[in-house]
């Protein structure tokens, strides 16, 4: 974690997933009201920790190309980068809400598919985008409260 008016680094967490080719991260937010940041790694693992205690609070063995938290900061939305799934998630609590179909293609095995995810300003509704290398995507599903 960096100070940014400062520009030096404050704290370094620990406990990222580690792979015979290294770990990548592979997107890194903070929840709105600051009190979470999630953490994508290695596409095999996601992490929420409070940055004030440097506590993680939970850890799922899912990939994820993309993170974005609700407005209301109490939603994680990921996007899985190798069967572009899109999970919702409790953020504070790590319980898998549901799981939706990112695609309507098949994501062929070994290929690097991307995704992205994004919350609109209303908290209910999300956009993603997902696809492969040959096939693309989209849909825009609306969490229903």
Known sequence: LWDGKLRRVVATLEGFP???????????????????LAVAATGKSIQVWQPETKRELWRADSGARSLAFAPDSKTLVTADWEDASIKVWN????ELLKTLKGATVA??????????????????????AVGGAEKKGV?????LT
């Open 18 to 36: 580690q792979s015979q080719e290294g770990t990548w991260d592979r997107d890194a937010t903070f929840s709105p009201d600051g009190r979470l």
């Open 91 to 94: 953020a504070s609590s790590g």
């Open 107 to 128: 994501i062929p095995p070994g290929c690097w598919s991307q995704g992205s995810v994004a919350y609109a300003p209303d908290g209910r509704t999300f956009a993603t």
């Open 139 to 143: 849909r825009v599903p609306t969490l």
